[in-house]
């Protein structure tokens, strides 16, 4: 089904139809979408982004961060489906941290259970950033995947060093994208 503006939908995956030349900002593009998405989903908690922003633990008060969230994301993994379409896939992965405190004991599933919820069945994908071809129109929406295995995985890690006062756990999710070549 088409809407116009180079942009088909076909049953149950997005599907957009790039040039070769723009092609090469996907990567940007899907990242950039990512950190706006979960970055207004993220609830009080500040949200760091691993390579992308300096982990500043302090607030502007000069009090510390106990508890916060890093955003990963690995891919996209690109997979050449046919000579002119091609499949992205991406894994996020939240992991959050918070001090041990008894005062807080449920900090870490409150976090967990904020960030579970942002891992909806679809992230939209805009042309964002600073770059003449950022025009900021909707590409489509990243896919969240959902085969034999969960969809949106948690897992606690606890306290991984007894040296430090710190609970870990993570949110992982898998999405994916089509992309037709013109």
């Given at each position: 089904?088409s809407?116009?503006g180079?942009?088909?939908f076909?049953?149950g995956?997005?599907?957009?139809?790039?040039?070769?030349a723009?092609?090469?900002?996907?990567?940007?593009?899907?990242?950039?979408s990512?950190?706006?998405?979960?970055?207004?989903?993220?609830?009080?908690?500040p949200?760091?982004f691993?390579?992308?922003?300096?982990?500043?633990?302090?607030?502007?008060?000069?009090?510390?961060?106990l508890s916060?969230f890093?955003?990963?994301?690995?891919?996209?993994?690109?997979?050449?489906?046919?000579?002119?379409e091609?499949?992205y896939t991406?894994?996020?992965?939240v992991?959050?941290?918070?001090?041990?405190?008894?005062?807080?004991?449920?900090e870490?599933?409150?976090m967990?259970?904020?960030?579970?919820?942002?891992?909806e069945?679809?992230?939209?994908?805009?042309?964002?950033?600073?770059?003449?071809?950022d025009?900021r129109?909707?590409?489509?929406c990243?896919?969240?995947m959902?085969?034999k295995?969960?969809?949106?995985?948690i897992?606690?890690?606890?306290?991984?060093?007894?040296?430090?006062?710190?609970?870990?756990?993570?949110i992982?999710?898998?999405?994916?994208?089509?992309l037709?070549?013109i």
């Amino acid at each position: 089904m088409s809407f116009g503006g180079g942009l088909t939908f076909l049953p149950g995956l997005p599907f957009v139809a790039l040039s070769n030349a723009e092609k090469k900002d996907m990567p940007r593009w899907i990242m950039a979408s990512c950190r706006s998405f979960f970055t207004q989903r993220r609830g009080a908690w500040p949200m760091f982004f691993m390579h992308l922003t300096q982990k500043d633990l302090q607030k502007n008060t000069g009090q510390a961060i106990l508890s916060y969230f890093e955003f990963r994301l690995d891919g996209p993994y690109i997979q050449q489906l046919t000579s002119n379409e091609d499949r992205y896939t991406i894994e996020i992965n939240v992991l959050c941290i918070s001090n041990v405190d008894a005062k807080y004991s449920d900090e870490i599933e409150k976090m967990l259970g904020q960030m579970a919820a942002a891992f909806e069945p679809v992230i939209p994908l805009f042309r964002f950033g600073d770059q003449l071809q950022d025009t900021r129109a909707k590409l489509g929406c990243l896919t969240l995947m959902q085969d034999k295995r969960e969809a949106v995985i948690i897992s606690r890690f606890g306290q991984a060093n007894p040296a430090t006062e710190v609970i870990q756990a993570s949110i992982e999710g898998h999405y994916e994208f089509r992309l037709c070549k013109i």
